[in-house]
């Protein structure tokens, strides 16, 4: 079940998330849990089907609406300046935020946790879970942003990580990635899938990704995501939730 959440920030200000647990009552030690780091498109419909996937499988799961704060127009110049600079910013104050705040609950054990983004999100969560957040196990990279330094990863947990052969803007990323985790011997499972594009593992019905078909060939090729979405739901529970 989702609830709408506020989550306190240091500045005195609060973010607007979305939660969602599993059924029935939480086990003593807590559930394990995954912050969602949405697209570029901000809190849609197919980021929070997302929160229910993780939810069905056991994991607390929230996502935060990283444009929620300010104007729109100026929490997306916020994110697109640490997205295009790669140096951390107010996106990843944020990311943390909510891990704090997910690692706080009664009902969570904040040292059993994951971290996932799409696109846009997806550079966050890599850049996020490679300053060593505590409780942080594994991460779940989307077809998103990967440094060219190595360097800059040296320290990040174990990662998977999806992306689209045919997705002209990320492709390369997904090489890049998979040859930084063997560069410097970091668990990995990164996966580029010849048939799909960008965007692949959601339902990508936003009216603008419909036109971003080159060179990114945005849309959800299904036979990829299903396979990406099993990759990605044991790697989290090997790493994340301790079931191996």
């Not at 609830?3 to 807590?30: C, F, K, M, N, Y």
């Not at 190595?150 to 997904?174: I, K, M, T």
Request: aromatic residues 8%; charged residues 20%; negative net charge.
């Amino acid at each position: 079940m989702r609830q709408q959440v506020r989550i306190p920030l240091p500045d005195g200000s609060s973010l607007a998330a979305t939660v969602a647990l599993p059924e029935g009552t939480a086990p003593a030690t807590g559930w394990p849990g995954a912050v969602v780091v949405h697209e570029i498109y901000g809190v849609e419909p197919d980021m929070l089907n997302v929160l229910d996937l993780f939810a069905d499988h056991g994991y607390a799961a929230v996502l935060p609406d990283l444009y929620s704060h300010g104007t729109r127009i100026g929490c997306l110049a916020r994110a697109m300046q640490q997205f295009v600079t790669g140096r951390p910013g107010r996106p990843t104050a944020d990311i943390d935020a909510t891990r704090q705040w997910l690692a706080d609950r009664e009902d969570v054990d904040g040292s059993r946790l994951g971290v996932i983004g799409f696109c846009m999100g997806g550079g966050f969560a890599l850049a996020y879970a490679a300053s060593t957040p505590p409780g942080v196990r594994a991460a779940s990279v989307n077809y998103g942003a990967v440094p060219r330094d190595q360097g800059e990863l040296r320290a990040v947990c174990p990662v998977v990580g999806s992306y689209g052969g045919r997705d002209g803007g990320f492709r390369s990323h997904g090489t890049r990635l998979q040859e930084h985790m063997r560069a410097l011997s970091i668990e990995h499972d990164v996966e580029i899938y010849p048939a799909a594009g960008h965007s692949f593992m959601t339902d990508g019905h936003h009216p603008i990704a419909k036109l971003a078909l080159f060179p990114l060939r945005h849309g959800l090729v299904r036979p990829a995501a299903d396979d990406a979405w099993r990759r990605t739901f044991d790697f989290f529970d090997k790493y994340v939730a301790d079931h191996q």
